[in-house]
């Protein structure tokens, strides 16, 4: 039998982080329901209140927690840095208007006495002295990706960018996505493409290609997921270029994959082309030196249209990684 009927925690979750799952869990298991609120202001707009709502949904999924109740977003909270008294005197007036009456606070913090007695319930204190799990919230914004382990991969999938290798036919990008996730320590997406194109044995038609490009964008989600995931993932290729491609061999595109193109200009976080000063080597799926410059162009072509800015490459797989690292800022 749970020891408390109602339990509340409020925080900024930003980021939500292993020392808020330690709270929520120890608060989890003494009580009947749990109400959990994300309350700032202001708001964190690189990881608003929905967002780091979503990361506790993930996390928490009501099939596996139905005791936990994720409190929405209230008015006109005050400003963060407004005295304790302030904040107590709103929180129980937002609750009591909600009809949330907790009987324990939950918390980490030296406030937690005097909010409990405000709502008359009992204060819990979990790892004060932060010797559980040895972090906080202001000192994973300062440099989330040196903290990274306090993290579960589900929020630091947030922060990761996706870094997009473009190129024609035989222009080193397959190569050089891989040397950049194993020089810079962290994951790397093939280009999905050449798996279907090889099953189908290059017969394809435009609902293959959009099967790529979900393919694609798949991996590329499950990589920012993935162990040992640090600051980038490296993508072979992307959505726009998938639709060049259903064109150039079918005629058309679905309007799905037109969708997934264009999403593409705010989807990466740098783009980098590969240049075509690489010998062309046939490897019985390419075309020839000539196709591969037309490609070239209308890939080039693309990107200006749309106004994604990127960075040429030309030289080695050696060279090319060191003038992405540079662009990068990598050490």
């Known amino acids: 039998?749970?020891?408390?009927?109602?339990?509340?925690?409020?925080?900024?979750?930003?980021?939500?982080?292993?020392?808020?799952?330690?709270?929520?869990?120890?608060?989890?298991?003494?009580?009947?329901?749990?109400?959990?609120?994300?309350?700032?202001?202001?708001?964190?707009?690189?990881m608003p209140s929905p967002l780091r709502r979503g990361w506790l949904r993930e996390l928490y999924p009501g099939r596996l927690f139905p005791g936990l109740d994720l409190?929405?977003?209230a008015p006109n909270p005050p400003p963060n840095d407004e005295p304790d008294a302030v904040h107590r005197a709103y929180v129980h007036s937002v609750l009591r208007g909600w009809r949330v009456f907790p009987?324990?606070?939950?918390?980490?913090?030296?406030?937690?006495?005097?909010?409990?007695?405000?709502?008359?319930?009992?204060?819990?204190c979990v790892d004060r002295a932060r010797q559980a799990v040895p972090i906080s919230g202001s000192a994973l914004r300062a440099d989330v990706h040196a903290h990274r382990a306090f993290l579960d991969p589900v929020v630091y999938a947030h922060f990761v960018r996706?870094?997009?290798?473009?190129?024609?036919?035989?222009?080193?990008?397959?190569?050089?996505?891989?040397?950049?996730?194993?020089?810079?320590?962290t994951a790397w997406v093939r280009e999905?493409?050449?798996?279907?194109?090889?099953?189908?044995?290059?017969q394809l038609g435009p609902a293959h290609f959009l099967e790529?490009?979900?393919?694609?964008?798949?991996?590329?989600?499950?990589?920012?997921?993935?162990p040992g995931v640090h600051r980038w993932v490296f993508c072979d290729t992307d959505a726009a270029t998938t639709r060049m491609w259903s064109y150039l061999l079918t005629g058309t595109a679905p309007?799905?994959?037109?969708?997934?193109?264009d999403e593409c200009r705010a989807r990466y976080a740098h783009t980098f082309l590969c240049g075509t000063d690489l010998p062309h080597e046939q490897d019985g799926w390419r075309a020839n030196t000539e196709v591969r410059?037309?490609?070239?162009?209308?890939?080039?072509?693309?990107?200006?249209?749309?106004?994604?800015?990127?960075?040429?490459?030309?030289?080695?797989?050696?060279?090319?990684?060191?003038?992405?690292?540079?662009?990068?800022?990598?050490?």
């Open 1 to 46: 039998m749970p020891e408390f009927r109602c339990g509340l925690v409020i925080g900024k979750f930003a980021p939500l982080h292993r020392g808020h799952l330690h709270l929520l869990n120890h608060a989890l298991a003494r009580c009947e329901r749990l109400s959990v609120w994300v309350y700032s202001r202001p708001d964190f707009p690189e």
């Open 71 to 73: 409190l929405p977003d």
């Open 103 to 124: 009987d324990a606070v939950f918390t980490s913090e030296a406030y937690g006495d005097a909010l409990a007695a405000e709502l008359g319930a009992a204060h819990v």
């Open 162 to 185: 996706r870094v997009n290798i473009l190129g024609a036919e035989s222009t080193g990008k397959s190569t050089l996505t891989r040397a950049l996730g194993e020089a810079l320590g």
């Open 192 to 202: 999905y493409g050449r798996d279907v194109y090889e099953r189908e044995g290059g």
């Open 212 to 226: 790529i490009a979900r393919g694609h964008r798949a991996l590329e989600d499950e990589a920012a997921r993935a």
């Open 255 to 261: 309007p799905e994959l037109h969708a997934l193109a």
């Open 293 to 331: 410059a037309v490609q070239q162009a209308l890939i080039r072509q693309d990107l200006d249209t749309r106004g994604v800015a990127y960075t040429a490459l030309q030289g080695s797989v050696a060279q090319r990684v060191a003038q992405v690292r540079a662009a990068l800022g990598a050490p």
